[in-house]
């Protein structure tokens, strides 16, 4: 009887998933001078965006990366590579008070294709949507959406690890200077801060 | 088929042939029960600047594809819906990998026989989420449309499970101007016959 007891144990643990979470540390990327905009801007970064954890099931098991500190930096600094002046907040403002627009980032998806080996290419797609919204009516002013794709063959064991950072970065570095080109090139944003 | 008013034009281009579902997004998109449509939103005005929001988009099945659900907006997890939907291979991939788990606790010897499954299970996987992965890559994004300014790309609704002879649907989009916060509706016919 024991001895069933103990195979029956065996099984459920074999078939039962576990929570493999992984960090991966992500350094902000170094972005080209631009002319920095006057406007003061509130940067808007909500729990969705800030404790990102993007998540991958797999076979039972779960992969988790909480991506949500290297969303926070992209933001603050594709932001502050563009205006002089950026206020953080973890909601919108109530008061409009000092301030030119109300920008709000979102994580839209990240997605990926992989195998079951270490020699099958994995690929990540990230989606991020940028709203800017008038400082008085909240109304969208600006809207636009930026997607990045990285992919690197994890290769053997001892370098997954190292390869699963490069890949992480590659994709914010692509991310940041995306979004830090569609800011510069923005109508909306050099008209930010003129008169109501 | 294409739908102009306001400076806006609407092309619409439904994917309903095999082959082109297969080589942009590697499976058959209408046997696994999602209708593609391509879709590009030029604003065409000098001056006035438009939102487009995938939400504002609304698809009406006239006739053949009717199933449960009659249309409606866009399924944002269109990467998920069509992904396990994509020949069922999520299924497949799933069961053979949990069998084969138990062959190397149960049998070591198991290995040699078990390797070419694991091979194949591999190539089942990869390909499951790269098609995942094409979708939300390609899907339409949410954009606020400068004068001159376009968007493009695909958007996916669930329908019924079979391959129809002809197909009878509307797309309805609405567009908000973001000066005066006026909304204008496109709606672009949809028709196709085998």
Known sequence: ?196 | MTKESDGIRIDVDPFTDKARCETYFGFNALSAGVLILRVRVENESATDTWLFHKSQCKLTLRDSLTSGETGGVPNSEGSEAAGGAAGGSGGAVGVTGTALAAGFLVVPGAIVVAFPLLLASDGMLSKESEIRRNLAERELVNKTLSPREAVEGFLYYRVAKARPASLRADLQVILTNTKDQRCITLQVPIRYDK
């Open chain 1, 1 to 196: 009887m024991a001895r069933h007891l103990v195979l029956w144990q065996l099984l459920v643990l074999q078939f039962m998933g576990c929570t493999h979470v992984t960090t991966i540390p992500i350094a902000t990327t170094s972005l080209p001078p631009t002319d920095k905009s006057p406007a003061k801007v509130a940067l808007v970064l909500e729990k969705q965006f800030s404790e990102f954890k993007y998540q991958l099931k797999q076979m039972g098991d779960t992969f988790e990366y909480p991506l949500g500190e290297a969303f926070q930096n992209y933001a603050r600094n594709v932001t502050g590579s563009r205006f002089a002046q950026v206020s953080i907040f973890p909601v919108a403002p109530e008061s409009a008070e000092g301030i030119d627009g109300i920008l709000f980032p979102k994580v839209v998806k990240v997605e990926e294709s992989r195998g079951l080996f270490t020699w099958t290419e994995r690929r990540v797609v990230a989606v991020v949507e940028w709203t800017l919204k008038d400082r008085y009516n909240q109304k969208i002013i600006w809207l636009n959406t930026f997607d990045a794709e990285a992919g690197r063959v994890p290769g053997p064991a001892w370098h997954v690890k190292e390869n699963e950072g490069r890949l992480f970065q590659d994709l914010f570095d692509q991310l940041s200077l995306k979004t830090q080109k569609a800011f510069v090139e923005s109508k909306e944003f050099e008209l930010l801060g003129g008169t109501p």
